[in-house]
């Protein structure tokens, strides 16, 4: 496991340093390091929140609507465990900032992300949902179109 105690600005730079040549050189911003068909799964998601995305135009309308209820300010404390899989990789890292109701919002994330040909094509993100909550009071993220399925 290797850590990095550096902050990043935000989720594409902590993605750039822990999945490194497993993504292709050219990928800038967090959309550019999806595939067209990734699956992003949120298994602790609460009731309501959206626990699975299918493909990256569903996940680009999720982010559209993200910053209404959560504003993260920095990530730090990135852990990097390499999987048998070189295609895979445990991502472990800390965010603060504030969500909707004022609250600080400071989570903590595992996240399991597997890449094929540069690109993500899965993420499953694990997070403490009783943050998120207070964070968010009673609002869940209500993004437009399909590709979405709900706890």
Same mark, same amino acid.
């Given at each position: #496991? ?6 990043f ?9 822990g ?5 292709? $050189?050219?990928?800038?911003?967090f959309?550019? #390091? %999806?595939?067209?068909d990734?699956v ?8 309501? =929140? %959206? ?12 982010? #559209?609507?993200?910053?209404?209820? %959560?504003r993260?300010?920095?990530f =730090?404390?990135?852990?990097i465990?390499? #999987? ?11 965010g603060?900032g ?7 919002y400071?989570?903590?994330w595992?996240?399991?992300i ?17 943050i998120?909550?207070?964070a968010?009071?009673?609002a869940?993220?209500? $993004? ?6 709900r706890?």
């Amino acid at each position: #496991m290797t850590t990095q105690q550096t902050r990043f600005e935000g989720l594409a730079d902590i993605l750039r340093e822990g999945l490194g040549a497993r993504l292709a $050189p050219g990928a800038e911003g967090f959309l550019d #390091m %999806i595939a067209e068909d990734c699956v992003f799964e949120a298994p602790y998601a609460p009731p309501g =929140f %959206i626990a699975r995305i299918d493909g990256r135009d569903a996940l680009e309308r999720y982010l #559209m609507v993200l910053p209404d209820l %959560i504003r993260i300010d920095d990530f =730090f404390d990135l852990r990097i465990s390499e #999987m048998a899989d070189p295609n895979k990789v445990v991502l472990e890292f800390r965010g603060s900032g504030e969500g909707r109701t004022g609250a600080s919002y400071d989570q903590k994330w595992i996240s399991v992300i597997e890449t094929r040909d540069g690109k993500i094509v899965y993420y499953a993100d694990y997070w403490d949902p009783r943050i998120t909550l207070a964070a968010t009071g009673d609002a869940v993220p209500q $993004p437009e179109g399909e590709g979405f399925t709900r706890a």
